[in-house]
């Protein structure tokens, strides 16, 4: 299959040029591998603890593992030998070159505990994620999304070949932009070895079942606000196993909790996050959507919907280098709502998520609310919706194509 570019290349080469060690973690399957594979420079080393040979030395003997790979080296799956960064961190202290050591690892729990205790300050930290529609399409703006009147949807007509539904329904794994790879044979298999190998690298899960229940109930709710006793009554498991298991797949990257916007001048405002799992396709597949129409008219259609525009913000952000935390949501005490507010510095930005081809001014009508957040001005806001072109709701606000962003 053809490798199709991916947008975080330009970052990891500008940190790989200010730092001498750079971890990039991520969901398995997202594409770590292969990327680094296209983008390294000649002469670095490639090793995957995944072998089990190159693990057991990592993990026996740091010191002799880098004897035999030394840098400029690239660890795949580093969390399996934690006692690895203190090894990095002696080596690169000896050198003053940027760029000796790329590490890489789908479990952010003991990848960040071992950077936090020996590479703190030596080390840049980069999130992957799966294909955006914009490296799907080759469409769509640059850099970290901000609504801009005027520049959205700068491109009039989508792309011709644009099947928003089935893009939403497969997913965002690269090796499923191979039309021939089986869908539900793909994610079966991740679903298996997720709970076989990340699951139990993490936890120690009696009951797989039920687990495998949580991760459904979890997929049941993406788009919605995180309630714990509802996940742990349907997963037949009590509120603190419920709390430990959503630790569990934020860790290994298979969903994303959305801050609320929050301010010590708004007392009211809520501080319950929402869940959205990062992959539309993983979603689909637990809960049974097997076909792209059938999503499209199902009751979950307008909670997809949201789910992937919102990933699709985020990776925009994170695959510039940026801060998925200044993406985040409006909820107050009175329950009005706006599905994300991006904060560009002191500047917020309101956006709402609309299934619709068609919207009009009043959907923007509750970005008002901002205005009595204290110390933050409002800028432009948009409405992503299924329009084929932008155009103007008000003088700040704009409807914009999902394809656009």
């Not at 801009?148 to 792309?159: M, Q």
């Not at 196993?241 to 630790?247: D, E, H, I, P, R």
């Not at 994170?318 to 560009?344: C, S, T």
């Amino acid at each position: 299959m053809r490798y199709r570019r991916r947008e975080v290349e330009a970052t990891l080469r500008s940190l790989m040029g200010q730092f001498k060690v750079v971890l990039i973690t991520g969901a398995r399957q997202v594409g770590k591998t292969t990327m680094l594979q296209h983008v390294l420079p000649g002469g670095f080393r490639y090793v995957t603890l995944d072998d089990p040979r190159a693990g057991v030395l990592a993990r026996e003997d740091p010191a002799l593992f880098f004897d035999a790979n030394r840098p400029p080296v690239a660890i795949d799956e580093v969390q399996r030998a934690p006692g690895l960064f203190q090894q990095v961190k002696f080596l690169v202290d000896r050198s003053d070159e940027t760029g000796l050591v790329v590490l890489t690892g789908s479990q952010t729990f003991h990848l960040m505990q071992g950077v936090s205790e020996s590479l703190a300050g030596r080390v840049a930290v980069l999130e992957m994620t799966g294909m955006s529609l914009r490296e799907f399409t080759g469409c769509g703006g640059r850099g970290p999304y901000v609504p801009t009147p005027g520049a959205d949807g700068a491109r009039r007509d989508p792309p011709e070949d644009l099947d928003l539904w089935a893009t939403i329904h497969r997913g965002s794994m690269p090796r499923l932009m191979d039309a021939s790879v089986s869908w539900d044979a793909f994610y079966t298999g991740y679903v298996r070895t997720y709970l076989e190998r990340d699951v139990r690298d993490l936890i120690r899960v009696k009951d797989e079942e039920s687990f495998y229940r949580f991760l459904v109930a979890c997929a049941a709710r993406t788009g919605g606000l995180v309630n714990r006793s509802d996940l742990a009554r349907d997963a037949g498991v009590d509120a603190k196993t419920a709390q430990g298991w959503l630790s569990v797949l934020r860790a290994s990257g298979v969903v994303r909790l959305l801050r609320p916007l929050w301010s010590n001048a708004v007392k009211r405002l809520a501080k319950t996050p929402k869940l959205y799992f990062t992959d539309t396709g993983l979603a689909c597949h637990l809960l049974g959507w097997n076909t792209a129409q059938t999503l499209r008219r199902g009751a979950m259609a307008g909670h997809m919907f949201e789910t992937f525009v919102v990933g699709e913000v985020v990776k925009s952000h994170l695959n510039a280098g940026g801060d998925a935390r200044n993406v985040r949501f409006y909820r107050d005490a009175r329950k009005r709502e706006i599905d994300l507010v991006i904060q560009e510095g002191r500047v917020l930005h309101p956006v709402e998520i609309k299934t619709a081809a068609t919207v009009d001014r009043a959907v923007a009508a509750g970005f008002s609310v901002l205005d009595d957040v204290g110390d933050y001005d409002v800028g432009a806001g948009a409405v992503i919706c299924q329009t084929r072109e932008a155009y103007p709701l008000t003088a700040d606000v704009e409807a914009v194509p999902v394809w656009s962003i």
